[in-house]
């Protein structure tokens, strides 16, 4: 039999030993937004085609595995196209099935809707080390909720989340897409060039201010707004973090909406004032983070230790009401999974677990009543919350033992046919 | 924007009350796992089709969801039947997906290897009530344990579970394929009828031995064949349990394998003995269980109660060796976790939760300074372990309340702008 014995192009198997992590973070994860008052939900891994190409997915439209029709819907002879020959694929992020859950049960949820979705999603990506074409997102969302209370409770639960893991030292950078364009409007840029322009912002950490300045120069844009831009953020890196809105306040003037400087303000004063972990929230002017879709406060987990981003997510008040016909205000964070296991395993992160791990070897060829009589110590222990693994006794017993201390047994018990030996 | 608000046909978006039942059944399951020593793993959804059509899955092989292949791959226009078009599927069960994670990982993994494996599989089955097309299996193997400490462990631990979760008075029906076979072969039957004589014998919970009779004469099988066939049923409704296989022994003399009747008195005492749990395990020679893929001891989990059963297993020896090309002992079970999780559900099942649940109500308009200070007052009670959440007060709070409390809150606090109101 012709059997393939790897999984299948970019995805993975998880063993054991990480396995135990995923399985503690997912854990961790549940807990503490359980304490904050969300609640989690699920939808189908498989999506409508309809649904998956509503353009809210940007880029990752292009990498869906679509499913096949079957059966009598399937007209194999007829096919012009792709498209004729499938209506559904896996979805690609956890936002649009969010969405479309919302639109379909509104009625049958609290409001505010405070949703926990963890489930694997799917990406024809080319693969890479550590990118895989299956991974878990896990997305935090508050539906119906105006106020930056939303901003400020994602943001305490993700980073107490992410202390109760073993994080810290992070940081929390946080703008707001309308500051964005006032300081794109300030500068004189036209509305249409804003995308393209914060584009090139966003390469900010990576090729400094000169390199922005030199992209905007050469994506045509006049001298005078991008050295009026430019300006902007040479005063932005003298002024930074809170002092950075004051200066903002004062050089924009006008340009600068009062309620986006207050938000931001609030919501770093509240979050500084009540966080359970050791972090540090800062005002960022050029963090845009890529999806369209935002519409007021964006933020980022940034560990520069780590090499970047392990999570953001931000305000988009205008999705649902799409869906849905009717407008609500929502906010939400994604918190990078795999990214932080990643990051555990290579840190050696021990996972908490049971104290006591008892591995019992017995003799080959032990069986009936004397094996009755062994598992029934077992059983006993294991009421008393001890973990017993019953094992074969092997020819090399030592080996044996070592493994098993690989595997975080500390105890051992052996049993002989003959107790005399 | 034409948006589809329903899930694809067959499958369920998960409300919050499922799913915290959900969440908290498997958590049960692997905590109560973990104590025997079975180690989580996780494999890929997608499996190529060369696995997933290898013969082991049996009907289920006609119910794949099956994968488009992507980019250049794809070429429709000289694509003659559909499996040009498609190498990958989602997977229809983890018991391929085990085979081929150990056949790609035995040198990593702990000998014997015991997995606990919980994850969705997918089957275009005509969607009805209660069954979709997308559901969660959980299955647990004992890989490379020739003796029946692997099934007796394997009962142990899914009964132990069952019962942590308040199932009680269900059933183990346990039977040996051996038993099958040397029964069939002391009436006479041939070797290559034992399958289509099985499958009759299989639906004597509903048809009865009169049904059966009947079933094996319309099949063509001799009349002197079916009689002492179902003699040996007779005398099994009068010696129940463990006195059938005595009644066997005596009746089918040199045909009935003596190990085969050790290995079933050996699980069911040592099983009886050391149960945690309130259920019987008894020995039923009807039970046959569809995949022909067992060898020995097979098993199921009935709860009469709820109609049927909620789960089963057994011996596979032979199959591991296919794939592996290295003979590898198996057992295995496979927990019924939807009908599990809707037995549940029509119960009413509370889940065990944070015993204090508090709702902040806050009036519309509280910000700034004052929501910190009440977010600060909600930080301290959740580090202490409570269960917070902080809503906006709506103008009907009466209502409001009501509401919360069906969500399980039961303290309310209230804070308003101006505190003297």
Redesign the interface.
Known sequence: ????????TG??????AE??L??YVI?VI?ETY????F??????????L??LN?KQGGDNEKLI????K?GEK?R?AE?K??ND??D?G?RYDLTVPLV??Y???AN???S?F??LQMG?V?R?DRPQKGRYR?FMQCDIDILG?P???AE??LI?ATT?TLGKLGFKGFQIRINDRRILKDMAAYAGFSEESYDSVFITVDKMDKIGLEGVEAELIENGYSKESVDKYLGLFKGLEVNKGIEGLKFLAETLGDFLEADAKLNLE?II??VD??K?AEFEIVFDPTLVRGMSYYTGTIFEIAMPQYGGSCGGGGRYDKMVG??LGQETPACGFSIGFERIIMIMMDEGFKVP??ADKT?YL?EKGI???M??DI??QA?EA??N????????MNKNKKFQKQ??EE?GYNNFKEFYKNPLN
Chains 1, 2 share one sequence.
Request: hydrophobic share 40%; with cysteine; net charge positive.
């Open positions: 039999m012709a059997l393939i014995k790897k999984p299948v995805m993975k198997d998880v063993l054991p396995m135990q995923r399985d854990g549940k359980a304490r904050y008052g609640t989690s939900i699920d939808t189908p891994c498989v999506e409508s309809a649904n509503s595995f679509k499913i096949m079957r399937l194999l096919a196209e792709e020959l499938t559904s896996l479309r859950f639109a379909n049960h049958e949820l609290p505010p405070k949703a694997y799917w024809a299956q909720e106020s930056n209370l400020i409770e305490l107490s609030e004063s509240s004032a009540n359970a799409k869906f677990g049971v591995a017995i069986s009936g009543q094996l009755s598992l029934g059983q294991r009421k919350g001890e973990q017993i693994l019953v094992v074969r493994a098993l595997q």
